[in-house]
């Protein structure tokens, strides 16, 4: 599916509607599962904010019962899917979103 956005020149790398639950990259809608998509939306709307794994289980999985490791395993598939960096790693705390992070999020 191709979507219309804004000029090319202008517009960000990865747009994000929230209410359709699509990620836009390159015109183009990246299929993405449910944690995937919750996880994205999660960092996007907490730039600059680093966050453990636990937290982000807590928070996006909504529970912490899963290991700490799944967080990982989600954010090297984002990271492939959408092939921009979007996420950085901080060693030895966790994740937060790329400073210059090529995202908007067009609907809530």
Do not use: C, N
């Not at 954010?75 to 995202?103: F, H, S």
């Amino acid at each position: 599916m191709t979507v219309a956005i804004p000029s090319q020149r202008t517009a960000p790398e990865v747009w994000i509607d929230v209410a359709a639950r699509q990620v836009i990259r390159g015109g183009r809608e990246v299929p993405l599962t449910r944690l995937e998509f919750d996880l994205l939306v999660f960092l996007a709307r907490h730039p600059r904010r680093v966050f453990t794994r636990d937290h982000l289980l807590r928070s996006v999985w909504g529970y912490a019962i899963a290991g700490p490791r799944s967080v990982d395993v989600h954010i090297r598939r984002l990271r492939g899917k959408l092939v921009t960096p979007v996420v950085r790693t901080i060693y030895g705390v966790g994740y937060r979103l790329e400073d210059e992070a090529p995202i908007t999020v067009v609907a809530d």
